[in-house]
């Protein structure tokens, strides 16, 4: 991990990590992040981790997480309803869902 301070405003940073070396799980490659409040997912991207990398061989289960886009965080109202409608499809597929929404607390207000 390389870590990087990011000027917000006028003495005050961010923190930003990013990889210094290969990503391991190629479902990763496409996973973005950013610093400033800008949202970098366009689309839902799943991720599969398999438990035998985390836990060992004798682990043989898997979770599929996916990163999806926030409503009003991509280019058009058009992308929002397409991605809309791929995340309930990708819900009604699955067997079993936990959902984690991370949200800023100082934009919370905002939209």
């Given at each position: 991990m390389k870590e990087t301070r990011v000027e917000i405003?006028?003495?005050k940073?961010?923190?930003h990590i990013t990889t210094d070396g290969p990503i391991i799980n190629s479902g990763l490659i496409?996973?973005?992040s950013s610093p400033l409040s800008k949202s970098e997912t366009r689309f839902?991207?799943?991720v599969t981790i398999s438990f035998k990398d985390i836990f060992g061989s004798y682990e043989t289960?898997?979770?599929i997480l996916?990163?999806?886009p926030g409503f009003g965080d991509t280019e058009s109202p058009e992308m929002?309803?397409?991605n809309c409608v791929g995340v309930i499809r990708a819900l009604k597929s699955c067997k079993s869902i936990?959902?984690?929404a991370l949200s800023s607390y100082r934009s919370f207000n905002i939209r």
């Open positions: 405003c006028p003495g940073f961010l923190k496409d996973v973005k839902l991207i799943p289960n898997e979770i996916c990163d999806a929002d309803i397409s936990s959902i984690l």
